[in-house]
């Protein structure tokens, strides 16, 4: 197996990535336009999604990551938008776009036309997770597109199936795909539910944080295939259980945290990289494969097919708005009556992404009987067309949109006013419990020990108020940021001293490497304890 291609793609794509943090240009949109330019330069290998690969071994870790980063109480405080996104939309934009490829491309099949429909129908994941980190939306609509990208996929890919069923000749019926799809539905809910529990037991049991963070990694990969062995959604199973995960975060050990937080980002990172680079690069894979369908024929259905997509959201988004609070008193009771502007916006981040271009190469080369699955090139060519076409004009039109919109930015002085006075109250417990274990002979320390204890506490109270307080008249700093920039610039000189030493042969590397641990964390703690 030759590794080398997969080094390039890992390597060139996180400097592209990395770029792309110093330009205004969101990094997905970046990647694309990479992975398109050096598609067809010389000696760059040729790069296929393997469905195989794609789904089984990308797609449950970023699901993962994404999923155990959301809120699982403001997802449920918000699950009627995001089930009529997830499930209604989805169904909505497979039957719209499939009708429509069906009236526009001569001799496609109805059923091939639904697969296409089905294939093109989720808004990606990733792409609305990253998007929606750099634009800055409030935070009802991006919990919104992202419960929805959690949950999409799985739609999606049981309406594949089904369509697929129909157009290889198994004889699908309307009765077989709506349990198919309840069999997904049910069985990868109820999967997440069993695991979730045991895998939250071994969690809290386990005291090594390698050991910890082995098992985070396995996690996902273990769901989506528990569940797939079923033949229920592993998409559903790997969010059920994330969620689950991620609300309990607080009951596993505090070095586990840290070091899962800092691998979960790398995974994130690398993988999130290479999958939008993975997109540029299918171009010649794509047109290659276009076969018999003329250049401007199959532009024309690229550009009709790429408004349908866009169309059909807003056709879908507005009616599932508005419909629901002019039904019902009790939805009107709970949510504050929305504008135009919020479901402009929903309607307009409808990204698509790696996910229906690995479905769309699953797609088999012949039907039952051994002819030609029909339409197969042209399903391929619009799927990349409609995944380019909805990164490149959505994703960079995105940001100036909702700058235009001009929505209310987040109230920064609400929000800290709000974290100091959670914080005074969690001082206070510890406090009282400070002075109870203290009256404990068994917890006897010298005076300047319990002290520096009551140091600390007070410190980590204060310093979320300080950031009400005003900046240095000098330096322009608050008093929090002197005292992070105070606090590492010791550390710096402390950690300077190990490594004279250890050079000096005073001591050897391994006390080295403990030393400068205790300091790397007191950094970090410093640095957490005053991080806005």
């Known amino acids: 197996m030759d590794v080398m291609p997969l080094l390039l793609l890992v390597a060139g794509s996180a400097a592209v990535a990395a770029a792309a943090r110093r330009t205004p240009v969101p990094g997905p949109l970046l990647l694309v336009a990479a992975g398109l330019a050096v598609s067809y330069l010389p000696g760059v290998p040729t790069y296929t999604l393997d469905p195989h690969v794609v789904l089984p071994l990308l797609l449950p870790p970023l699901l993962y990551t994404a999923a155990s980063d959301s809120s699982y109480l403001d997802l449920r405080a918000q699950v009627r938008p995001v089930a009529l996104l997830s499930v209604g939309y989805v169904l909505f934009a497979t039957f719209a776009v499939g009708w429509a490829a069906y009236l526009i491309v001569p001799d496609l099949p109805l059923t091939a036309a639904l697969v296409l429909g089905a294939v093109v129908a989720p808004p990606d994941a990733v792409a609305a997770t990253a998007v929606a980190r750099r634009v800055g939306l409030p935070s009802r609509i991006t919990t919104i597109l992202q419960g929805e990208s959690l949950v999409n996929d799985a739609t999606a890919i049981t309406a594949y199936k089904v369509a697929l069923a129909a157009a290889v000749g198994e004889g699908a019926t309307w009765a077989g795909g709506i349990g198919e799809f309840l069999l997904a539905a049910v069985g990868g809910v109820g999967v997440g539910l069993v695991l979730m529990v045991p895998i939250q037991w071994l969690r809290t049991r386990l005291r090594e944080a390698l050991l910890q963070n082995t098992l985070s990694l396995l996690i996902p990969f273990a769901a989506y295939a528990a569940a797939e062995q079923v033949h229920a959604s592993g998409v559903l199973a790997v969010v059920v259980v994330a969620l689950h995960l991620g609300h309990r975060a607080w009951q596993v050990d505090f070095a586990t945290r840290l070091q899962e937080d800092a691998v979960w980002k790398m995974v994130a990172f690398v993988l999130e990289s290479s999958v939008f680079a993975l997109i540029g690069l299918q171009l010649p894979v794509v047109l290659d494969g276009l076969g018999t369908y003329a250049g401007a024929d199959a532009a024309w259905y690229a550009v009709v097919l790429f408004l349908v997509v866009v169309a059909a959201r807003f056709v879908w988004v507005y009616p599932a708005t508005f419909l629901p609070r002019m039904l019902s008193a009790r939805v009107r009771a709970r949510e504050e009556e929305p504008t135009w502007k919020a479901p402009f916006v929903v309607g307009w981040a409808g990204m698509r992404g790696v996910v229906s271009l690995a479905i769309a190469f699953s797609i088999p080369l012949t039907v039952h009987g051994g002819a030609p699955f029909p339409g197969r090139d042209l399903i391929l060519f619009l799927t990349f067309t409609t995944v380019i076409g909805t990164l490149v004009v959505q994703g960079v039109t995105l940001p100036p949109l909702i700058r235009l919109l001009r929505f209310p930015g987040r109230d920064a002085q609400a929000e800290t006013l709000a974290e100091a006075n959670a914080q005074a109250q969690a001082s206070l417990a510890a406090e009282r419990r400070l002075t109870e274990l203290l009256s404990d002979e068994r917890n006897a320390l010298p005076g300047p020990l319990a002290d520096r204890l009551r140091t600390v506490l007070e410190r980590r109270r ?61 950094e970090a703690a410093a640095y957490r304890e005053t991080a806005r």
């Open 462 to 522: 204060n310093a979320v108020w300080e950031r009400l307080g005003q900046s240095n008249p000098v330096t322009g700093e608050s008093a929090d940021d002197t005292y992070r920039r105070l606090s590492r610039e010791m550390i710096g000189a402390e950690r300077e001293v190990f490594v004279r030493l250890r050079d000096a042969r005073r001591i050897d590397d391994e006390m080295l490497r403990t030393l400068l641990r205790r300091l790397d964390l007191e």
